[in-house]
């Protein structure tokens, strides 16, 4: 399955961005789709993930009531709604598939991944 990222940009403390991951090349409900950020100098980690229903999510703590994950199966899109964004959120931002239906947090976990698009909040 092919992932493209779209959505990310410039955007002030306090504000909000929509990041959205279109798929193709496969069965979109076979996946669970996770999102993933990687600052400058730190490692990948996990942000969130989603069920192939839609109807469970999974967060860091880092973003949980802030952040929300969302998917429509009929566009193969997966989206992540980010509000409150605050400076250390700056990542790039990477979207990812995996087969099964066990939401999982480890990138290593995910077989299918995204070029990444860059959130960068700043003042």
């Known amino acids: 399955v092919q992932l493209v990222e779209s959505g990310g940009g410039l955007v002030e403390p306090g504000g909000s961005l929509r990041l959205s991951c279109a798929a193709s090349?496969?069965?979109?409900?076979?996946?669970?789709m996770g999102w993933f950020r990687q600052a400058p100098g730190k490692e990948r980690e996990f942000v969130a993930s989603?069920?192939?229903?839609?109807?469970?999510?999974s967060y860091s703590d880092s973003v949980k009531g802030r952040f929300t994950s969302s998917r429509d199966n009929d566009k193969n899109a997966v989206y992540l709604q980010m509000n409150s964004l605050k400076s250390e959120d700056t990542a790039v931002y990477y979207c990812a598939a995996r087969a099964g239906r066990v939401l999982r947090t480890a990138a290593s976990d995910y077989g299918y991944w995204g070029q990444g698009t860059q959130v960068t909040v700043s003042s």
């Open positions: 090349g496969g069965i979109f409900t076979n996946y669970i």
């Open positions: 989603i069920s192939w229903s839609g109807y469970v999510t």
